[in-house]
């Protein structure tokens, strides 16, 4: 739980590996500012028939955000980008397929905000990895964590 201004938030955060995919700057619609926003394909299963669910996330914290731009030209060029990471505020978004075979049906993607890139590997080869950071013995948590908490909130 993070404590804001007296205001009490509750945290959900999943964590995991996955590949980086459609690395891009989204334009809102009307009012907001543009965000960047990437799809992390998140394994999971046996590691012998490997399964993944697509996140669509809005990358949120300025070193997540360094981290996703300095991945994009790798992930554009076709590269396996695939890091640890922490996403949290996992949602289901409802649409109509608008085109394709499916079109006019329902359909539903998982959404959330990426906060957290531990490590990157690119091609098999380790290009990033994060400093541990001190904990503080009384929560548990990293100061890494307490801070990506508030900067989410």
């Known amino acids: 739980m ?12 999943t964590t995991g ?22 799809t992390v394909a998140a394994l999971h299963g046996s590691s012998d028939q490997v399964e993944y669910t697509y996140i669509d996330c809005n990358v949120v914290g300025a070193e997540a955000e360094k981290l996703v731009r300095r991945c994009q030209q790798a ?34 993607s998982l959404k959330g905000r990426l906060l957290f890139i531990g490590w990157i590997k690119v091609n098999g080869e380790l290009a990033y990895q994060a400093k541990p950071k001190p904990t503080d013995a009384t929560t548990g948590t990293s ?8 900067a989410a909130a």
């Open 75 to 108: 992930v554009d060029a076709g590269k396996k980008v695939l890091v640890s990471f922490r996403i949290g505020d996992i949602w289901a978004d409802s649409f109509t397929y608008e085109k394709g075979e499916k079109k006019g049906q329902p359909g539903a």
């Open 2 to 13: 993070t404590t804001t201004n007296e205001t009490a938030y509750f945290d959900l955060h």
């Open 143 to 150: 100061t890494d964590e307490a801070s990506a908490d508030s």
């Open 17 to 38: 590996i996955g590949y980086l995919n459609r690395i891009r700057e989204v334009k809102p619609r009307g009012k907001g500012k543009p965000f960047l926003a990437v």
